[in-house]
């Protein structure tokens, strides 16, 4: 197995820790979560207003993308679906292994686990723009941004995220340098998804 798809897939699986849960279904128009709140020197997570059911993609994480969707954010033309602690995982791949992989972690605590790293030595922490109205952080245990590497978390209710990890490999993609930006689009399109069919 490739170091990417071996990447992206630890760092989405260490996140799937927790049983699924469905969370309450609100399709009223959603206002900002607002920005993060400073207590001291630490930030606090928000609160995600207005909860997602997200259930049906929890055990089917591969359908928040389309195929065409997929292609157009990075050229990913295969998924495939793996175990994850407590809910599947899907990666989609390209014919150079650059990889992006995405997962819901229910009844984890939700954006206030991802927000603990803010004191990690050896992870990165960011608030990251709202993802179609819905907050989100760049944060990760272990910083491999620098090696193609980037993590978003997106609050889809107080309890749960889901992540988008992407993993892109030296001078086989023109993402390499540069990744986080694209962990953002990709969770932009599924978010687009999600919403539509929570």
Same mark, same amino acid.
């Given at each position: 197995?490739?170091?990417?798809l ?14 699924? @849960?469905?969370?309450?279904? $609100?399709?009223?128009?959603m206002?900002? &979560? ?5 207590? *001291?020197?630490?930030? =606090? ?10 259930s049906k993609?929890?055990?089917d ?6 195929p065409?969707?997929?292609g157009?954010?990075a ?19 390209d014919k150079?292994h650059?990889t ?6 229910p ?6 686990? @991802?927000?603990?790293?803010? $004191? ?5 922490? &960011?608030?990251a723009?709202d993802?179609? *109205?819905?907050?989100? =952080?760049?944060?990760?245990a272990?910083d491999?941004?620098g ?16 992540t988008?990890?992407?993993s892109?490999r030296?001078?086989?993609s ?12 990709t ?8 919403k539509?069919?929570?």
């Amino acid at each position: 197995m490739k170091r990417s798809l071996m990447a992206g897939t630890a760092a989405v699986t260490a996140l799937v820790l927790a049983a699924c @849960s469905p969370q309450s279904h $609100d399709e009223t128009p959603m206002a900002s &979560a607002g920005p993060s709140i400073s207590t *001291g020197n630490k930030l =606090v997570a928000p609160r995600v207003p207005n909860a997602l059911n997200v259930s049906k993609f929890e055990q089917d994480p591969c359908t928040v993308l389309s195929p065409a969707q997929a292609g157009e954010i990075a050229n990913w033309t295969t998924s495939s679906k793996a175990d994850g602690n407590a809910a599947p995982i899907c990666t989609w791949a390209d014919k150079d292994h650059n990889t992006v992989t995405i997962g819901f972690v229910p009844g984890n605590g939700g954006l206030t686990t @991802s927000y603990k790293n803010q $004191d990690s030595k050896y992870g990165y922490f &960011a608030v990251a723009p709202d993802v179609e *109205g819905y907050p989100a =952080v760049y944060s990760a245990a272990h910083d491999d941004r620098g090696e193609g590497g980037c993590l978003v978390a997106v609050g889809v209710s107080d309890d749960e995220v889901f992540t988008t990890s992407v993993s892109f490999r030296k001078n086989l993609s023109p993402h390499y340098s540069d990744p986080c930006p694209v962990a953002s689009r990709t969770a932009e399109a599924a978010m687009v998804t999600i919403k539509g069919g929570a």
